[in-house]
């Protein structure tokens, strides 16, 4: 009860010009429907589950539309929320998406398929506790993207990981950045985050063909703070200067940036993201949510 699982993949075109970002959520972390739950007494995570679904570039759209336990199956390898889907078969993940978008209602539906070189068995606690843990399924994968509405179809680099707890997220963490970019051939992956008992979390992780290793995490940078006043922190090479090369998603308490920075003295483009507990708690934030996050259950 109260706890989580989310699968996020997000993807960057060869072009330059699209991306996406899928996440699928069994205990909705960021529902004000789950959060209310949680509040009368332990919550099942089964019962707010949610497929998020945001396309950036010259075509956008965004759906995030909370469902009940009754719209979610679950098998080793397959997992429906509401009329969308993802399955793997050993070699690509398909992700079948049917959902209506916010606050417009257009339909969003089509396929995206991601095929990573295999992936990875590695985990990483995130807290000291070990209620919060971090799987980098495959930090470095090819995706194809064709959808039917909106039309649209391109190739390019994808990620994939998965993150779970027993616990709420803003019960172990008051803030945390993550970013995700492409190092040479390789991926570097950096977390920070500051956790509820006072201590920090630093990572700076590069996964590659030769496999996995540690790096000393570079001196700290901000990127441009968001509309609504949130700080980008991130990590780059003293000197260096990292810079937003597109503003992906700026909430009053998340935000989500294509990024383009230099690591190891190497450059380096990818994916970052910002999140703030603290704010995510405040009423007045859990009051806004539900205009962008509608619940359908039975």
Known sequence: MD????WYVDALSDCGRYGFTVIAFIGSVFSPYYARARRQGPADPHAHCALNVALYGDVKRWAMTERGAGDLSIAPAHLAIGPSALAWDGE???????????????????????????????????????????RP?????????????????????????????????????STWSWS????????MVLYDATRRDGTTLEVARIFGPDGIRDVPSPPRHYLKSGLWGMKRPTRADHGSAPSIV????????????????????????????????????????????????????R
């Open 3 to 6: 706890g989580y699982a989310w």
């Open 180 to 187: 995700r970019t492409a190092h040479g051939g390789d991926v």
């Open 137 to 173: 399924l495959a930090p470095k994968a090819q995706v194809e993207v064709d959808l039917e509405s909106p039309r649209l179809r391109w190739t390019g680099t994808a990620y994939i990981d998965s993150n779970s707890g027993s616990e709420p997220l803003e019960e172990g963490f």
């Open 246 to 297: 597109r503003r992906l998603e700026d909430a009053p308490f998340y935000t989500r940036s294509e990024i383009r920075t230099v690591l190891l003295g190497q450059p380096a483009h990818g994916v970052h993201e910002s999140l703030d507990l603290d704010r995510f708690s405040r009423r007045w934030v859990q009051a806004l949510l539900p205009f962008r996050m509608p619940r359908i259950a």
């Open 92 to 134: 690509t993940l398909e992700i079948r998406i049917h959902e209506r978008c916010m606050p417009d209602f257009r339909r969003l539906a089509g396929t995206i398929r991601v095929r990573p070189p295999g992936l990875i068995d590695h985990e990483v606690l995130l807290d000291t506790a070990g209620r919060h843990r971090w």
